[in-house]
């Protein structure tokens, strides 16, 4: 079965704008997207499926979902689109051509992905990418960085791919992350590049205050660890327990 995209509710958007988060680099695009569904008070459209994608449901206040979904706001003409689980390497240039596809069925205008990046010596920084030369200078008049050589990887590098190839608007956000544990933070940076880019009312004080309390979770985490070393150690020296 090729992918999917199965609408469970109607669609009465014009001309919106889509916003997509898939996992990478600290998570920033699934939580970034997630929080930009609750905090919009946005409703479901439907969800994508394919027989190569994992056998899971996701389970949110009682109620089984599919796992990646699309969600809608006709008050910000806005629409969400998000995966909560990492997609098969083999579906992804599938899936990004479906989503274009789709997209350009319901005349969606532009599509902004968001996520995480590694770069050395540089902190709370977010780079963008443009498939228009337009949105490049867009992107760089808002302040934000541009990126001149390098690489996207998953299903946001790939459908900025073919967005570009098909003359289709795509920006692609990426705030400074760390890769090894979840990152509100860089979450909380993408977002308040988008709304330098499109007119979205959020509030990103509630991804600072978790990323604060990730930042204390690491740090302990790292007292444990170093402490467990230094009683290792110990034992280490005083030598074997039985000779």
């Known amino acids: ?46 969800y994508i499926t394919s027989e190569k994608f994992p056998p899971i449901a996701a389970v949110h206040n009682k109620m089984p979902l599919h796992p990646a979904r699309i969600y809608k706001s006709k008050k910000n003409n806005l629409l969400v689109l998000f995966s909560e689980f990492i997609i098969p390497l083999q579906s992804i240039h599938e899936l990004s051509e479906r989503i274009l596809d789709w997209c350009i069925e319901k005349e969606v205008r532009e599509i902004i992905s968001l996520g995480g990046i590694v770069v050395k010596d540089q902190e709370n920084v977010v780079f963008g990418i443009a498939s228009t030369l337009k949105l490049v200078e867009q992107l760089e008049a808002n302040g934000i960085k541009t990126i001149k050589e390098g690489a996207t990887t998953g299903v946001s590098g790939v459908l900025l791919a073919d967005c570009c190839s098909r003359n289709f608007p795509a920006v692609s956000l990426l705030a400074d992350s760390k890769p090894e544990f979840l990152d509100p933070k860089a979450a909380a940076l993408v977002i308040d590049s988008l709304k330098k880019l499109i007119n979205i009312k959020v509030s990103t004080e509630e991804l600072i205050a978790e990323s604060a309390n990730v930042e204390e979770r690491m740090k302990e985490l ?20 039985y000779g």
Request: aromatic share 6%.
């Open 1 to 46: 079965m090729p992918v999917k995209i199965i609408e469970t509710a109607d669609f009465d958007l014009k001309k919106p704008i889509l916003v997509e988060g898939f996992p990478g680099i600290g998570l920033v695009g699934t939580i970034a997207s997630s929080y930009l569904v609750e905090k919009l008070k946005m409703d479901l459209l439907g």
């Open 222 to 241: 790292m007292l444990k660890a170093r402490d467990a070393h230094s009683d290792y150690k110990k034992v280490e020296e005083i030598g074997p327990m």
